[in-house]
């Protein structure tokens, strides 16, 4: 709550008021502020938790008690850390800005604020678009087709856009969006839920399940005690957050056939939602990916802690619990787990597709389970499988390229005793970000140095976060329309071919990056935007912030279809961009997002309180962890 009141936000909900109202407020806000200081704990990062006792209730009404972790009380009492809502009256097409109404509270800015705020409020506008698009070709599809003006139903039919938004216009503060996605939720999604088919497991946990989620936990479901205080500052509109909870359960309820029906740890990866029964996958002999069966825990965790029902956590930790006793190379692991044996199949090595979140959900677990606050050591084993991981990519998998010098990520598709690859998905991009979030837990570099939690490993893989940040900056920066493909290869010999693959002659790396014909769409991905935003909040540092605009302007200059919504390209390395009739969902939970967060003040959701999950759902790191396998 007091993010909120020192926020921008604010002053937009009462943009008429005259002096005398603005100190009225001021008071009240003081008042609310000494209620909140009185009844929550200190929210200092990485503070240290007494041991207390405690039996409280869960949103669900059911008993919760937990002797070791008191810190419970710490999350039931504080109040949503809601970020500063920019208002509707904010977004005012056509490049005008907000200075005009609002001239006496912008004198007080910089002039680097106000470039920010502005470059924001582009990104809310292209949200908007996006949503426009969205609700009058697709409502209620998984996915818009812009060009065709239509909707496509490619995971399952849950209507995945709706719920994929949901938390990004609540962030946004874009209350018509939050009004018209959670009245969707509300009356549509459950029939959904018990009538449609097959969906994956993966897909729909990290989208519905953790969209259901962060709205839940944004719109102040998890904080009761407080959240009356708070709507009457702050209404979030749409329907009462409870809403969100039990879709979530009803939707986990059918998801977790998954580790029910498996003979082993690793779940089936696909489930019938209406009969609430699950199957293995029709191909490579019903193996799982392995990024798919190790990126559900922070949902299913997240879910247990404010329902009270342990299952949910405990199926989903079982799989790390059972990868942690499994054979691997210097913690780097095959790309395919099978449900059937239990073990790892095959022995391709990647970070991109199949393997990536694996890596990203081995931090991001341990970091929203508060073990950086709360050193519980249950939950120690994944930061040591996630650094011995850090430790094998650096020995295996990096590489520079010719002639320039990038530091980039191949792969060993043939296993540690086979070739390297030069290949690197733009998946892989996540790692930049993930390798900075672990070296700072999430404060900022600076901070991280003072209170010492920041030792020689950190420093090296902090710098490997920033060599690989610029990498796929340039993966950007080399091609004719300023978009990366959705794969690249890097030169690695002393000759190099004079022609140009990705149709920018000025770039300085045009001879260190090979697009090949095949891999040259972009689906509107957001792991590059991701990693700039981690960048920027724990370096601060501000050429993070012009990367990330630059990269929206091409998203806006070759992406952007005139009737709404943004489309996918089929080639982006010549002018014009080839178009794809579709909008992924991932480009309004995920992209959009980041960029609004990167050009934003970082007192929002800030990474030392919230852990993003795998599509840029936050959820509030808890100070205590319930996931474990007792
Ligand atoms: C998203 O669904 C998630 O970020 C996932 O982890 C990887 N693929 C897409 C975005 O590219």
Known sequence: MTQSMMSKG???????????????????????????????????????????????????????????????????????????RVRSSQYIPNNKTIAADHAHVLKQKTSVNLLWENRQVKVVEAFRHAWQGYKTYAMGRDELKPISHSGEDGLGGLGATVVDALDTAIIMGLDDVVREAGTWIEKELQTRIETKGQVNLFETTIRILGGLLSAYHLSGGSNKTDVAALNAINKM???????????????????????????????????????????????????????????LQLEFGYLTEVSGDAKYGKAAMRVLEHIKGLPKTDGLVPIYISPHTGQFQGVN???????????????????????????????????????????????HLVRMSKPKGLRFVGELPSGMMGAFSPKMDHLVCFLAGNLALGATKGLTKQEAIKRGHFNAQDEENFQLAEDLAKTCYEMYSVTATGLAPEIVYFHMDEEYPENLSG????????????????????????????????????????????????????????????????????????????????????????????????????????????????????????????????
């Open 349 to 395: 090595i990647r970070l991109g597709s199949r393997g990536d979140s694996y890596y990203e959900y081995l931090l991001k677990v341990w970091l929203r389970g508060g073990a950086a606050i709360n050193n519980d050591k249950s939950i120690s084993y994944l930061k040591e499988m996630y650094d011995d991981a850090m430790e094998g990519v650096k020995h």
């Open 10 to 84: 604010i002053r937009f909900y009462c943009p008429s008021c005259g002096v005398g109202g603005i100190l009225g407020l001021f008071m009240i806000i003081g008042l609310l502020y000494l209620a909140v200081l009185h009844t929550s704990d200190q929210a200092s990062p990485l503070r240290s938790l007494g041991n207390l006792h405690l039996h409280t209730s869960n949103a669900k009404g059911n008993s919760i008690t937990n002797e070791q972790h008191a810190s419970y009380r710490h999350l039931q009492r504080k109040p949503p850390r809601l970020p500063p």
């Open 237 to 295: 509109p749409g329907p009462d957050p409870n809403v969100y909870l039990e879709r979530a359960t009803s939707l986990a309820d059918k998801l977790i056939s998954a580790f029910t029906m498996s003979p082993t740890a690793i779940p089936y990866s696909d489930v019938i939602l209406r009969s609430g029964t699950a199957h293995p996958a029709g191909t490579d002999g019903g193996a799982c990916s392995t990024s798919e069966a190790t990126t």
């Open 503 to 630: 149709g920018n002659a000025d770039s300085e790396f045009k001879h260190d990056i090979i697009i090949q014909p095949r891999d040259r769409h972009n689906l509107l991905r957001p792991e590059t935007v991701e990693s700039l935003f981690i960048l920027y909040r724990t370096s601060e540092d501000p050429k993070y912030r012009e990367w990330g605009w630059k990269i929206f302007q091409a998203f806006e200059s070759h992406t952007k279809v005139e009737s709404g919504g943004f489309c996918s390209l089929d080639d982006v390395t010549n002018i014009p961009a080839r178009k794809r009739d579709k909008m992924e969902t991932f480009f309004l939970g995920e992209t959009l997002k980041y960029l609004y967060l990167l050009f934003g003040d970082a007192s929002v959701l800030p990474l030392h309180e919230y852990v993003f999950n795998t599509e840029a759902h936050p959820l509030p790191i808890s100070s205590f962890s319930p996931l474990h396998v007792q």
